[in-house]
């Protein structure tokens, strides 16, 4: 069974920095891609960035790029998101995603961490 745990979340003032981490246990991860997705209140979750589990690979949402950066750790099965230059518009509650990319393609979801910036 695939648990993603998160920790990090906090508050912080606009321009700050913070650092989410999600790791990871109950399988091999070589076929996942991992992600981190968000959702503010009163609004749909939305993605903001994932990373090939095997390869490294990085995307973005447009919203966050330049800003953010996804990164994984292979040893300590790990992924982590360093959030630079932070902004009120970023303050929702971030979840660590594994998407399984064989068949069947199954998501797994951590419980959230609460990111809050003010302005």
């Known amino acids: 069974q695939v648990q993603l745990v998160e920790s990090g979340g906090g508050l912080v003032q606009a321009g700050g920095s913070l650092r989410l981490s999600c790791a990871a246990s109950?399988?091999?991860?070589?076929?996942?891609?991992m992600g981190w997705f968000r959702q503010a209140p009163g609004k749909e979750r939305e993605f903001v960035a994932r990373i090939v589990w095997s390869g490294g690979s990085t995307y973005y949402a447009d919203s966050v790029k330049g800003r953010f950066t996804i990164s994984r750790d292979i040893v300590k099965n790990t992924v982590d998101l360093q959030m630079n230059n932070l902004k009120p518009e970023d303050t929702a509650v971030y979840y660590c995603?594994?998407?399984?990319?064989?068949?069947?393609?199954?998501?797994?979801w951590g419980q959230g961490a609460q990111v809050t910036v003010s302005s």
């Open positions: 995603n594994a998407e399984y990319l064989g068949f069947g393609k199954t998501n797994y």
């Open positions: 109950g399988a091999s991860f070589s076929r996942y891609r």
